[in-house]
């Protein structure tokens, strides 16, 4: 066997490089190589120990123990083992200076578990399944037990895994990168899930410093800021049949009312610290269900060290927040939501990340994920960066992130956040401060043809999807198929209403005759996009006041107002959304610290208007004239809207043809008996739902249940119906027969 002595030298330059970090591939040098020694094959294995005192092989197998020895430095060891074959694995056998012995396998015997296609796919900016590659995954290599790591970082000029298990010493786990890939990997046997880590990137002007993984499955809990191995697979679904149902139906022709919530502020404990996902499960799902919400919003679950962003800034875009558990528990909220017959809509924001030390900013030292120009990859009135979506890595980046939630938990759609400030170069810029495209406009070409991209994906893999845009401008075709020249979502937030909606109610009524057409403006455009009725959390913030304190008058007319509100929005064209609390009729702001003012359904008036909305919801799910010809002209049709002098409006939501209700909304405390408005059909009409009944705290106005129609023309209608309009209320009617 050949002797220690006899082993090739290694240059000291070479051991030096492991040493202070500075080789792109410890492969080269760490780990086993077969050489030829005295015309006999054998392997030469090296390895880089820091605080080892003595180390030997061991070959389990043969029960072997081969000592090694120190070359150029007190932790750097070489051993030789004659094996002409393939090297069994081995393990080092290390007794360190603290009197402390332990059997490691070695890192470096491992082959990449990248492939050729993987690094091919990453760079194209096509790999759709990139989540399952890149990070942290728990797996068996060679029937040992490990995790492999992988990052990418094509600017550094080394990279390492540190944590509790190599007591954060970058030299212990210094990772190989892919030929030109950028992507650095290696497999660390031992680690297991819930064990911390890190990635320490060195810089190409020697400057080292610690990142969180891009695309971790889980992350410390704030303030704490490193990601945590988790396994995401284990789950056991249990939501088959939601999941086909969801395939197979056009979700845009059912009733969708959707519950916006903050997870972290819906509900507290008694000490005001997070329920987590499990609890949530089971009482929002209960309370949504209760309430008659079909769907839930959530506004961003993605990790985020912040709780005042709300979850908009975020570092973790793989990782579910861990306030509120752990990645299993959020696959448990959502099955338990599906197996309740409730969807769950989650906020994606790719629009911006923060600037987080150990966030994705200047990830490798350089402007990586974010675009190098500030004019193009910051936004300065956020403080945040903009992702540089030219670059096929960071558009591979954001494809697999949309994909994954979809994937691996299940979700029913997303939400995109600020969309507009991804179309528009200029958007909140001034001046020189934009640059714009190769075409000399002011789109962003590269991040419409990302959006896109990405709508196609999302519903080619998964059917009956919703992709939903917080988009605030006229850009056309929205929510049209990209095959038709559109953005590819099949939803968008109608800001326009909300803004015209809120401003109108806002009004004395005593003005509103005035400002009329803010309340029938938005049916000009209600079809030309696939549209969401919004009252969302941007609305109870920050000054706007709740929407109760919205309203004008005495508190008697400030609920009442809210009552006519909700009886209108559910009657306008359009899917519905509305925050958490305002079905409770808050007073005061909403305020990400504390739960909701659950305390207020100790009062009659407050207790009223939730019972309003559950009822609304289930009046909406039952009837398909609210909700089956949503984006269709056919859907709607108008009674009056001309009678700004009253502020008084009257239509009609259709289904089929004998499926029809009539709404009339009354805007003024001014109680009028006996108004007339025209009626589609001849004979009885139901009064399905009164927001002035006693039940919902009104007083109580209106027509015994039941109105009979007359042959009276009036408002272009062969019939009409002669009708008691409460004040400050919306009435709704349905033909008996």
């Known amino acids: 066997m050949p002797k220690v002595n006899d082993l090739p030298n290694i240059t000291k330059e070479k051991v030096e490089q492991i040493v202070h970090k500075n080789h792109h591939d410890p492969f080269q040098i760490l780990g086993p190589h077969q050489i030829e020694i005295n015309g006999e094959l054998c392997w030469l294995v090296r390895a880089w120990l820091p605080n080892a005192r003595t180390v030997s092989l061991y070959l389990p197998e043969a029960r072997e123990h081969i000592d090694m020895v120190r070359a150029h430095h007190d932790q750097f060891f070489e051993g030789i083992v004659s094996r002409k074959a393939e090297l069994p694995n081995y393990q080092f056998h290390v007794l360190t200076y603290d009197d402390k012995e332990r059997f490691d396998h070695d890192s470096y015997f491992f082959l990449p578990y990248l492939t050729d296609t993987d690094l091919y796919l990453f760079g194209k900016g096509d790999h759709h399944k990139l989540y399952e590659k890149m990070g942290a995954h728990p797996t068996r290599i060679d029937d040992v037990e490990g995790v492999h790591f992988a990052v990418w970082a094509p600017n550094a000029r080394a990279v390492s895994v540190v944590g509790e298990f190599n007591q954060w010493q970058s030299g212990h786990h210094q990772m190989r990168v892919l030929g030109g890939s950028g992507v650095w990997e290696l497999f660390i046997p031992g680690l297991k899930a819930a064990q911390i880590y890190k990635y320490a990137i060195k810089d190409q002007h020697d400057h080292e410093f610690f990142k969180a993984d891009p695309f971790a499955f889980q992350a410390e809990t704030r303030p704490k800021t490193a990601s945590i191995i988790a396994e995401i697979d284990s789950h056991e679904w249990n939501d088959d049949d939601w999941m086909h149902n969801r395939r197979n139906t056009d979700a845009l022709r059912k009733p969708i009312s959707i519950y916006e919530v903050h997870l972290g502020s819906w509900k507290r404990k008694d000490d005001n610290s997070f ?19 079909t769907h839930i919003e959530l506004m961003p679950v993605a990790e985020h060290p912040f709780d005042g962003s709300w979850g908009y800034q975020i570092t973790g875009y793989f990782a579910p927040s861990s306030r509120y558990g752990a990645p299993a528990d959020f696959q448990f909220f959502m099955d338990h939501c599906h197996q309740n017959d409730i969807g769950v809509i989650v906020d994606w924001v790719p629009a911006h990340f923060p600037k987080d030390a150990h966030g994705l900013a200047r990830f490798d030292g350089t402007a990586l994920y974010e675009h190098q120009d500030p004019r193009l990859g910051e936004h300065k009135d956020w403080g945040t960066l903009i992702f540089n979506y030219g670059r096929n890595e960071v558009r591979n980046f954001l494809i697999a992130n949309a994909l994954f939630w979809f994937d691996k938990y299940h979700i029913d759609g997303i939400r995109v956040d600020a969309v507009s400030s991804m179309l528009y170069l200029d958007y909140s810029r001034e001046g020189d401060d934009w640059v714009a495209n190769k075409f000399g406009g002011r789109e962003n070409l590269d991040a419409i043809d990302l959006i896109k991209h990405i709508n196609e994906l999302l519903f080619g893999y998964f059917p009956g999807a919703l992709s939903v845009a917080e988009e605030s401008t006229a850009w056309p075709g929205v929510s049209k198929p990209t095959y038709l020249g559109g953005l590819g979502f099949n939803l968008k937030w109608n800001m326009g209403w909300m803004n015209d909606f809120l401003t109108f109610f806002s009004k004395d009524p005593v003005h509103r005759k005035y400002h009329h057409n803010m309340i029938t403006f938005a049916l000009l455009y209600a079809f030309n996009e696939n549209f969401v009725l919004v009252l969302s959390h941007d609305e109870v913030v920050h000054g706007k006041k709740s929407l109760l304190s919205k309203m004008p008058g005495d508190d008697w007319q400030k609920f009442a107002n809210l009552r006519a509100l909700y009886g209108f929005m559910f009657g306008h064209p359009g899917k519905k959304l509305l925050f958490m609390g305002s079905e409770l009729a808050q007073w005061r702001e909403w305020n ?28 909406y799910a039952s009837e398909p004239a609210l909700y089956h010809h949503d984006f269709e002209k056919e859907g709607f049709q108008w009674i009056d809207f001309q009678d700004w002098e009253n502020s008084i409006i009257s239509f009609i939501r259709k289904g089929s043809d004998a499926d029809k209700l009539i709404f009339v909304c009354n805007f003024t405390p001014v109680y009028r008996e006996g108004y007339r408005v025209g009626a589609p059909v001849n004979g009885k009409y139901k009064e399905l739902l009164n927001t002035d009944s006693d039940i919902y705290g009104g007083s109580n106005k209106g027509n015994f249940g039941t109105v009979q129609s007359q042959k009276t023309p009036w408002h272009g209608f062969d019939h009409s119906i002669a009708i008691n309009l409460p004040p400050l209320a919306t009435v709704i009617f349905k033909p008996e027969n």
């Open 275 to 293: 329920l987590n996902y499990r609890d949530l499960a089971v009482q929002l799902v209960d309370y949504v269900k209760k309430m008659g919400y």
């Open 592 to 619: 990400e610290k504390y739960s909701i003012d659950w305390h207020l359904l100790e009062y009659d008036r407050h207790r009223q208007i939730q019972t309003l909305l559950s009822d609304l919801n289930h009046l």
